[in-house]
């Protein structure tokens, strides 16, 4: 997470988003971005969205569950409206969340640093509408607990948390990101993109990190075009 320190805001919410695209008379592919940092994923897209390399798509909604998290402030900068959601009891919170979602017609949640697990219940009522970056290669379909790079190494992949350090500590000379639907198996869900990176000789954990969070802002994009068109 980013050591990038937040500053000081108010609590607001705008009438409309300004990054919304005004291109198309059809209805906008709405978006519900969760953050739990400084929010450098859901700047990717803000970005992209006011460049207009996703045409027709629109953020309506980011949460948090952290009031001081950076990612409320880009948010809010943007004029998009935030919500701060206290993590406490995990079906309380859900249902708060599933109706804040429903009340913002959210067509695709985004998991850019949202740092909770969200149940099996919870997703059922969001069918293939969830979807996670992870730092790790992941298989096609998700499952499995290995990996063929592009040259045709094998290497185990790393779920969790920890999956920069997981492939540090394995030595292995190629890791990646990727974009992936959720599931109730943590990290296991079928991959929309990703992208191999090189563990280059003396990287550490924090380099590594580094490398791959320019890559997953890419693919957080590439991810959320490929969706919208396909809706």
């Known amino acids: 997470m ?15 988003p300004k990054q919304a695209s005004e291109a198309s008379d059809e209805p906008p592919y709405r978006l519900g971005v969760l953050i739990s940092g400084s929010g450098t994923n859901l700047q990717s897209l803000i970005d992209a969205i006011e460049r207009q390399e996703l045409p027709g798509v629109q ?21 998009i409206p935030t919500r701060f959601l206290p993590w406490q009891n995990r079906a309380e919170s859900e249902n708060r969340l599933r109706h804040l979602l429903s009340e913002f017609q959210v067509d695709l949640i985004v998991l850019a640093g949202w740092m909770r697990i969200l149940s099996a219940d919870f997703l059922a009522h969001f069918p293939n509408r969830v979807i996670n970056i992870h730092p790790a290669l992941l298989p096609d379909d998700g499952t499995g607990s290995t990996y063929t790079t592009s ?59 580094e490398r791959l969070k320019a890559v997953e802002h890419r693919l957080i994009v590439e991810a959320v075009r490929r969706l919208s068109h396909a809706k």
């Not at 929309?192 to 003396?202: A, K, N, T, W, Y």
């Open 2 to 16: 980013s050591n990038e320190q937040p500053q000081s805001y108010e609590w607001r919410i705008s009438r409309k």
């Open 59 to 79: 953020i309506t909604l980011v949460v948090s569950n952290q009031p001081d998290a950076y990612g409320l402030v880009r948010a809010q900068n943007s004029g």
């Open 151 to 209: 040259n045709g190494t094998q290497i185990p992949v790393f779920r969790g948390l920890h999956a920069v350090k997981q492939a540090l500590d394995a030595g292995v000379k190629i890791t990646g990101s990727s974009v992936h639907y959720v599931t109730p198996e943590v990290d296991a869900g079928p991959v929309i993109c990703r992208e191999e990176v090189s563990i280059e000789p003396g990287d550490t954990e924090e380099s590594l990190h």
